[in-house]
T-cell receptor, first 110, second 114 residues
Framework: GENVEQHPSTLSVQEGDSAVIKCTYS??????FPWYKQELGKRPQLIID?????GEKKDQRIAVTLNKTAKHFSLHITETQPEDSAVYFC?????????FGSGTKLNVKP | DAGVTQSPTHLIKTRGQQVTLRCSPK?????VSWYQQALGQGPQFIFQ???????QRGNFPDRFSGHQFPNYSSELNVNALLLGDSALYLC?????????????FGSGTRLTVV
């Protein structure tokens, strides 16, 4: 449960393009997978989450997919905007604690 | 409705000293978890408090200890500070101990050990 790998570490896209961030985990008992957005100097904020009994979830321009067999999940942001620029963290939830990935710094160029 | 509040926002301590960080959970939340976020890294779980007891602990030494009060607020104490303890310390509250309740994070306390 302590090994969540997140890729890429940095991602630069043009405004309007899509961005995809991927995470893999190791503990098959994990059942909750949130994504957090952290702007510079601010708190992490939950942007979307998915539970293990669901394969995909969408909220406007943001979607998350989960493949439990392969133990990976991904964040998809479409029609990116400059205000999407931030560090994004995936997390693996197991019982009562989270293991976080190392973060992806997303830069959306206007 | 106030969210999670942490104090102080910034703190500078000398190596070997002790520090206490404070957290007030969001209204309606009874569970407090503490995380350490080193620069450029994801948060790492320190421990979780519920019903005034430590319920689970991450891979942190005994120098890290905590407390939860009857009003659900919590303190994180770090003794014998090391330079490597410099980090952003995040408090997260939730309306239960399970991860699926969802966390609300505070803005954190930036600790610098010199």
């Amino acid at each position: 449960g302590e090994n969540v790998e997140q890729h890429p570490s940095t991602l630069s896209v043009q405004e309007g393009d899509s961005a995809v961030i991927k995470c893999t985990y190791s503990d098959s008992a994990s059942n909750y997978f949130p994504w957090y957005k952290q702007e510079l100097g601010k708190r992490p904020q939950l942007i979307i989450d998915i539970r293990s009994n669901v394969g995909e979830k969408k909220d406007q321009r943001i979607a998350v997919t989960l493949n439990k067999t392969a133990k990976h999940f991904s964040l998809h942001i479409t029609e990116t905007q400059p205000e999407d620029s931030a560090v994004y963290f995936c997390a693996e939830g197991n019982f009562n604690k989270f293991y976080f990935g190392s973060g992806t710094k997303l830069n959306v160029k206007p | 409705d106030a969210g999670v509040t942490q104090s102080p926002t910034h703190l500078i301590k000398t190596r070997g000293q002790q520090v206490t960080l404070r957290c007030s959970p969001k209204s309606g939340h009874d569970t407090v978890s503490w995380y350490q976020q080193a620069l450029g890294q994801g948060p790492q779980f320190i421990f979780q408090y519920y019903e005034e007891e430590e319920r689970q602990r991450g891979n942190f030494p005994d120098r890290f200890s905590g407390h939860q009060f009857p009003n659900y607020s919590s303190e994180l104490n770090v003794n014998a500070l090391l330079l490597g303890d410099s980090a952003l310390y995040l408090c997260a509250s939730s309306p239960g101990t399970g991860v699926s309740y969802g966390y609300t994070f505070g803005s954190g306390t930036r600790l610098t050990v010199v």
